[in-house]
Structure formats: structure tokens, C-alpha cells
């Protein structure tokens, strides 16, 4: 699922600029020699960017870049690549993560639910991503089988290695980074479960949460699934109403954008309900542009417009063609389309337009 970013805002335009600096070009002997390198690597679309990917390590050299700094560049990039090659193979396959603490006893409650969730979802199609480790990982692993298993896992100096499921598999990664770690457990996936957990499970759920909240990542679920009768989720979500949303530190109903079970049959239809009619999002200049599967009936259109008008900073939730840049990029064109001027301030929002379009 992907989408082009939303219309630019101050802070955004001072990003391009800084990008449009980066790609300024060197001095003319060092731009002929990484033009000559890009032709031997002959990469088979998009030489512009390995292109730029390459000036960027030249400006690292010249910039009396910290050893350590560079070390940093060159495990990120490589660690990247070797998770881009991996999850290339399954582009095409529905993917969740599943977050949760390495630390969950095999057996619990918590464990169980864990296993029970990953094979309803395998079952469904999908494939399950975990950061390979025992407790919470392992069970999403075991339930989902190792055919259906995607690992990438993190070096600690306490823990972990892969766990049994996983490991020898040619579907795990290592990586050194949290970072880049994240990247590729959030941006690969279109559904994320997080069970209880420590500061490494609370912060990437913060994180999925945030990508949602500023619109950086595109719509999709995020399940907070506790063991039957479980009280974490709760007290998280009584502490975010009670002292960040009740102090302004976050918008009304930004806690929307996740969803609280403890039911695995529940977490599971939140999953791959988002997906019943909903495809994909994109931003065409300054309106938003809803890609489904099927479309909606005159009188769900005449529905959404009443229930979603404050979504909209002017007009209405309107039946759209692909715009121009679609076809230009082939984007989906035969799939229907809605089209509003969105207010980028009420993402939570956009969940739930999303959620009535799949029930229209």
C-alpha cells in the first residue's frame, strides 16, 4: 500500500529544500566518475536515485564525517538492503506485525492469545512479521508456521537470537539498529498487533500511533490485544485520555487510531476488515483520493458525505477518475475512486471513513 506525502507544509518544504541541496551537484570530475559508476552498476530503473544515493556518500567523505558516524551509514544502508531484498519476494502478500514482550511465558494467557491471533490471520492469507525472539515473537511465529513467518531480529548483548521457528529460514534478518529495524517491521506491513509489553513494545507502539496521528505512514490498523479479562491496554488508554489528551499534548479522538480487544476473533476481523473494500490512498495535489475495490452505492456516497463532512476543508466526498499522475504512474486506474479536500489535522477521521467505506 503506498501513497504519494500530503500537500507540503512549511516544515515539509524546508525538508525538499534540504534534499534538493543534498542533490547539488559536486565538483565535475567527481559527478563524471559517479555517473561512470552508475553505468557500470546498470541499475534496472531509477539510476536518479542510486545516483543521488551515491553523491551522498561522496559528501559523507568530504565532509570530515566522524568514523563512528560513517560506521553508522554504512551498517544502516547495508542492513537495509539485505531487509529490502528479503521482503521483496512477498511485495505482493498482506502482512502484520505483531509487537510484544520477548519476556510473555510460553503457555500464558498472553502466549496463547498470541499463537491463536497469527494462525487466524495465516489461515486468512496473510503473513506474520516479528522481531524473531522468544516470548511474544516466538508465539506469533508458531502460530503462524514457519512458511508463513517473516523475522527480523535484533543483536543485544543480553539477547536475543532467533528463536527455533525461524532460524536457519531464509526469511530472517539481523539487524544492529533499532532503527532501521523499525523501519522494516512498520513499513512492510498493513496491520499491527501489539500485546503487553515493556519500553520496547510501548515504544513502537507509540511509534505506529505518531506515523498514523501525522499521516507519515498510510491508514491502516493497529490492534491492542490483551489476554481475555486483561487490564494493560486499558490503564495505557485511561493514562493517554487522562493526561495526554485531557492536557492537549494530543487532538480528541487521536487515540482512535488504535483499537482495543481482547477477543482474537475480533483482532483479527479488525485486521483484515480494513481491507473488505478499502485499497489504498493517494495524494493527488491538494485532495485525497480513496482507491477501493468496489465502489459504493449512491445512497453510501449521499451517507458518508453526512457522517464525514467535517472531514473535508471544503466540498464534498465526491466519485473521482484517476487524476493525471495516476495514469502517468499506472497507479491502480482500474480500481474506483473517492475524492475530498481532507483536513490533514483529523487523521483519526480518515480510520474511521475508512472503516464506513468498507461497511457501506
Known amino acids: 500500500m503506498s501513497t504519494d506525502a500530503p500537500p507540503p507544509t512549511a516544515a515539509a518544504l524546508g525538508t525538499t529544500r534540504t534534499a534538493q541541496a543534498l542533490g547539488a551537484h559536486l565538483d565535475q570530475h567527481v559527478e563524471d566518475a559517479i555517473a561512470a559508476l552508475v553505468d557500470a552498476v546498470d541499475p534496472p530503473t531509477d539510476a536518479d536515485l542510486v545516483r543521488d544515493i551515491i553523491r ?29 531484498a528479503l521482503f521483496a519476494d512477498y511485495r505482493d502478500v498482506p502482512k502484520v506485525t505483531i509487537f510484544g514482550s520477548a519476556r510473555t511465558k510460553e503457555g500464558s494467557p498472553l502466549y496463547e492469545q498470541t499463537r491463536q491471533v497469527a494462525k487466524q490471520l495465516a489461515d486468512a492469507g496473510w503473513m506474520v512479521i516479528t522481531g524473531a525472539g522468544p516470548g511474544i515473537m516466538l508465539a506469533g511465529m508458531e502460530g503462524a508456521g514457519v512458511e508463513r513467518s517473516i523475522g527480523v531480529n535484533i543483536r543485544l548483548p543480553f539477547e536475543q537470537s532467533a528463536n527455533e521457528v525461524i532460524t536457519g529460514d531464509p526469511k530472517l534478518v539481523t539487524m544492529k539498529y533499532f532503527f532501521t529495524r523499525k523501519l522494516m517491521l512498520m513499513k512492510e506491513s498493513a496491520g499491527f498487533v501489539a500485546l503487553p509489553g515493556g519500553f520496547g513494545t510501548l515504544d513502537e507502539t507509540l511509534e505506529l500511533l505518531t506515523l498514523q496521528q501525522t499521516g507519515k505512514a498510510v491508514p491502516a490498523p493497529v490492534v491492542l490485544l490483551d489476554e481475555p479479562g486483561g487490564t494493560y491496554w486499558h490503564g495505557w488508554t485511561r493514562f493517554v485520555r487522562d493526561e495526554v489528551e485531557a492536557g492537549g499534548y494530543i487532538s480528541p479522538h487521536d487515540i482512535d487510531l488504535a483499537d482495543l480487544t481482547d477477543d482474537v476473533a475480533v483482532a483479527s476481523e479488525l485486521i483484515t476488515g480494513f481491507y473488505r473494500r478499502y485499497h489504498s490512498i493517494r495524494w493527488v495535489g491538494d485532495r485525497l483520493v480513496i482507491r477501493m475495490t468496489t465502489p459504493v452505492s449512491d445512497a453510501a456516497l449521499d451517507d458518508l458525505n453526512r457522517r464525514f463532512a467535517h472531514l473535508c476543508t471544503s466540498g464534498r466526498i465526491e466519485r473521482a477518475d484517476p487524476f493525471p499522475p495516476e495514469r502517468s504512474d499506472d497507479d491502480v486506474v482500474d480500481l474506483p475512486r473517492l475524492a475530498l479536500h481532507f483536513d490533514v489535522f483529523k487523521m483519526a477521521g480518515l480510520h474511521h471513513l475508512v472503516r464506513a467505506v468498507n461497511a457501506a
Do not use: C, H, N, W
Open 56 to 84: 551522498s556518500a561522496a559528501r559523507l567523505g568530504r565532509d570530515d564525517t566522524a568514523r563512528l558516524d560513517l560506521k553508522i551509514v554504512r551498517a544502516a544502508i547495508a542492513e537495509m538492503r539485505d531487509a529490502f
